[in-house]
C-alpha cells in the first residue's frame, strides 16, 4: 500500500514538473517572438526615416521624402517612368526666362527630359570614352538621372563655362524664385555625388527652394534631407 502512494506521489510530481517545464519553455518562446516583432517594427520604423527625421515613402517604385521626389546615386527610378518635362517645371521656368529676358538675358533649355533608354545611351557613352570611374563623376547612370523625373533641365552650354556668364551669375541668385534650386552645388560634390553644375536645376517649389538657397551659400538636397547618394557598388 505505501509503496502504491509513493509511486503515485512519485508520478504526480512528474506530472506537475513536466507541465511546469513546458509551460515555461512555450512562453520563454512567445516572449522571444514578441521581441523579434518588436525589433522587426522598429528596424521598419528607422528605414522610413532619414537620418534628420524625414519620413521617406516608396510609391511604384519612385521615393519621395517629405513628399519630394528624389533621384540621386541612392535613389533611382523605375526604368518607364517620366515622359516629359512636367507642366508646373516649364511653367515656373517660362516666368524665369521672361524675367531674364526684361534684363536682357538669355536663358534656354538645352536638355530637359531624358528617358531611361536615352540615359544609357548617354551613359554608355562616356564610359567608353573615360571609363566608369570617371563617368560616375559626371554622368548619371540609367534609373538614375534627374533628367528622366521630368522637374530637371540643363540650361544654355551644358559646361562650367556658363557659371560666369551674365545668364549664369542671374541664375544661381534668382532661380530659387521661381521654385529652381542648383541641384548640384560648388563644394557639395561628397554631398550630391556630383561635381558642380551651375547649368543643371532642379524644381522643388518655392519653399523649399529658398531654403536651400540659404542667402546664397546653396545647401544641397542630401544635406538638407539627411539623405546619401551613393551607388550601391
Ligand atoms: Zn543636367
Same mark, same amino acid.
Given at each position: ?66 513628399? $519630394? ?5 541612392? =535613389? ?7 515622359? &516629359?518635362? %512636367? #507642366? !508646373? ?81 542671374? $541664375? ?5 524664385? =521661381? ?7 560648388? &563644394?557639395? %560634390? #561628397? !554631398? ?42
Amino acid at each position: 500500500m505505501i509503496k502504491k502512494i509513493i509511486i503515485l506521489i512519485i508520478i504526480f510530481v512528474g506530472v506537475i514538473l513536466g507541465t511546469y517545464l513546458y509551460l515555461d519553455k512555450s512562453t520563454s518562446k512567445k516572449e522571444a517572438a514578441k521581441k523579434t516583432s518588436q525589433k522587426t517594427t522598429e528596424v521598419v520604423n528607422e528605414a522610413n526615416k532619414t537620418s534628420k527625421g524625414y519620413t521617406i515613402q516608396v510609391k511604384d517604385g519612385v521615393t519621395y521624402i517629405d513628399d $519630394v521626389l528624389i533621384v540621386n546615386k541612392t =535613389y533611382s527610378l523605375p526604368e518607364d517612368y517620366g515622359n &516629359g518635362l %512636367e #507642366k !508646373e517645371v516649364l511653367d515656373a521656368f517660362n516666368l524665369m526666362k521672361a524675367d531674364a529676358a526684361a534684363l536682357n538675358l538669355n536663358i534656354y533649355i538645352s536638355s530637359g527630359f531624358r528617358a531611361f533608354k536615352a540615359q544609357e545611351n548617354v551613359y554608355n557613352k562616356y564610359v567608353a570614352r573615360d571609363g566608369k570611374e570617371a563617368a560616375d563623376t559626371y554622368s548619371a547612370r540609367p534609373g538614375f538621372s534627374e533628367h528622366q523625373s521630368g522637374l530637371s533641365f540643363d540650361l544654355n552650354t551644358i559646361n562650367s563655362s556658363f557659371t560666369n556668364t551674365a545668364e549664369g551669375k542671374w $541664375v544661381d541668385s534668382h532661380c530659387y524664385l =521661381y521654385g529652381f534650386i542648383i541641384r548640384f552645388p560648388e &563644394g557639395k %560634390e #561628397k !554631398e550630391t555625388g556630383y561635381k558642380y553644375e551651375s547649368w543643371h536645376l532642379r524644381y522643388v517649389g518655392k519653399d523649399l527652394a529658398k531654403k536651400l538657397y540659404n542667402e546664397g551659400d546653396w545647401q544641397s538636397l542630401e544635406n538638407y534631407f539627411g539623405i546619401e547618394s551613393k551607388y550601391l557598388d
